[in-house]
Nanobody, 116 residues
C-alpha cells in the first residue's frame, strides 16, 4: 500500500506561483510513475503532468506546458509540481497519482484557487 498526501495548495492571484508536494509513505515512489491530475467544478478530472522512473522523462498537458514543472526527489519520497504564471482556469483540486503495473493510488487532493 502507498499513502499519498498532497500539500501546497492555496489562493493566489493570476500570474503568481505555487509549489505542490506529493509525499508518499508505505513504499518508495521510485517504483511508480507519478502524475498530477486536476478536477475543476463540473469538469472531468484531467492529467496535468507525469514523471517517469528516476525522472528520466516528463510529460505535460498542452494547457500547462512552459508554466508547470514536475520533479521528483526519491530520497524524500516526494514529487513536486511547480506552477508558475497561474491563470484563473488553473483553479481546481489537484490530485497526486502513483501508478505501477498492478497498483494505482490517489491522494486526497489539494485545492488551488487562482483569482483574476
Amino acid at each position: 500500500q502507498v499513502q499519498l498526501v498532497e500539500s501546497g495548495g492555496g489562493l493566489v492571484q493570476a500570474g503568481g506561483s505555487l509549489r505542490l508536494s506529493c509525499t508518499a509513505s508505505g513504499r518508495p515512489l521510485i517504483n511508480y510513475i507519478v502524475s498530477w491530475f486536476r478536477q475543476a467544478p463540473g469538469k472531468e478530472r484531467e492529467r496535468v503532468a507525469t514523471i517517469f522512473w528516476r525522472g528520466t522523462s516528463t510529460s505535460y498537458a498542452d494547457s500547462v506546458k512552459g508554466r508547470f514543472t514536475i520533479s521528483r526527489d526519491d530520497g524524500e519520497n516526494t514529487v513536486y509540481l511547480q506552477m508558475n504564471n497561474l491563470k484563473p482556469e488553473d483553479t481546481a483540486v489537484y490530485y497526486c497519482n502513483a501508478n505501477a503495473i498492478s497498483d494505482d493510488y490517489w491522494g486526497q487532493g489539494t485545492q488551488v484557487t487562482v483569482s483574476s
